[in-house]
């Protein structure tokens, strides 16, 4: 019996370990920083206790040697490992505008003093977006384990592109966080609104293109074939003038009657738009559209002041928020978005990378203003090229919205000038055959 009762107890505390204990650094309600110990089951306990106590956790390590490994609790002795996102997801679980937002204010959370962990839980309290909201559970966990915040964001390369990682990462290691995401979220601001100028430009000529395209189905579906009706009644199968008959063939084509020929032509359209979005995609037909792009007249000027204003932007808020000139060519090359200026300035990343200065490299791909070129000579000689790039961009995002204008203003009578002759060469193919059947009549 007493064999017995001494293998229950030996078995007992072979199986029984005592309660692990973590290290923990954490922040109190007046945003002091404490350091202490505190046992709990397991990592996420360790939290939850930390938490109902009005703390709020930056680092938690497993501290009790010869502790369990238990769900959820780090590796003794070192920080918890990153959290990875995981499972499949379409489409951007935010659009530019939301990040824009979140951007702006986590920035003047971290400048009103609130701590980087308590900011991005305020953020996830108000975030509305389940996906997103996701995200930055993930990211928050990844600070709370002790990593940086540009760690984070760079598991989520769908929602945080490497320009907006390396700008928190450069901030991180200069120790102006808040500073850099106060740029990051000015730089957005003034992105997003170029972007939304330029769209706002197409909606005039595409609603009337749309009204256009409504317009000649309804009359080609149900006003045509009645007067194809009337007209083979009336003239008895006459010849009808070439441009009405063409109307009618079309007509034809798009009617229930001609089923198969509508599909066909469906079918050709198709496949004309994916051909040349193929063409477009491959390397001589894209390096052609970006040539293209450039070199239309009025549409060229503004894409060339377009891309000037982005390049020096981006590269200005790159170099002023400390990132090396080097990663940020490669950075702005990789996001400027036409082939043609994406070369250059891979050259030009090149040159400066064997010690030549940025302007003389830059002129001599010729693809930006020469004004542009010596006004960042003058930035170079004097210390301030980031200033001087963003001062460049300020006038071109001006430049652009005056282009737009130009442009919209163009547009709109060249719109209702083509509104007018579709509509109009239909009205006039459908008439011609009436003044014969008058002349009929009169007779």
Known sequence: MAFYLNLRSFHRNRIS??????????????????????????????????SASGLMVSKLTAAAAGAPARKGAPARGGAAKPKKAGGISFGKPINEEGL???TRQLATLLQAGLPLLRSLEVMIRQEKNPRFREIL?????????????????????????????????????GGVLDVVLSRLARFMEKNLKTKKKVKSAMVYPI????????????????????FQKIFSDMLGGAQLPLLTQWVINISNAITPKSFVGAIVMVGVIIAVIVGFRLLASSGPGSKAKDWLALHTPKIGDLASKAAVSRFT??????????????????????????????????????????????????????????????????????????????????????DVDNAVSSITSIIEPIMIVFLALVVGTIVIALFLPII???KQLTS
Not at 207 to 221: G, H, P, R
Request: one cysteine or more; a negative charge.
């Open 17 to 50: 370990y005592p309660m692990p204990k973590f290290t923990y650094t954490a922040i109190d309600a007046s945003g002091k920083q404490k350091t202490g110990k505190i046992v709990a089951n397991s990592e996420d306990e360790a939290n939850s206790k930390l």
């Open 100 to 102: 824009t937002i979140f």
């Open 137 to 173: 559970s993930q990211i928050a966990d990844n600070v709370r384990s002790g990593n940086n915040l540009s760690d984070g964001l760079a598991q989520h390369p769908k929602v945080f592109e490497p320009i907006y990682v390396n700008m928190i990462r450069a901030g991180e290691a």
């Open 207 to 226: 609603v009337v293109v749309c009204v256009a395209v409504v317009i000649v189905a309804l009359l080609l579906i149900f006003i045509v074939p009645r």
């Open 313 to 398: 932007r981006t590269f200005g808020t790159l170099l002023s928020s400390g990132v090396p000139i080097l990663q940020a060519l490669q950075i702005t090359r990789d996001i400027i978005g036409n082939s043609i200026l994406s070369a250059a300035l891979d050259r030009v990343h090149d040159r400066v990378r064997d010690g030549e200065p940025l302007a003389a490299p830059l002129e001599q791909q010729r693809v930006f203003p020469t004004m542009v070129t010596s006004m960042i000579d003058v930035g170079e000689e004097t210390g301030e090229l980031p200033e001087m790039l963003n001062r460049i961009a300020d006038n071109y995002d001006e």
């Open 436 to 438: 014969e059947i008058i």
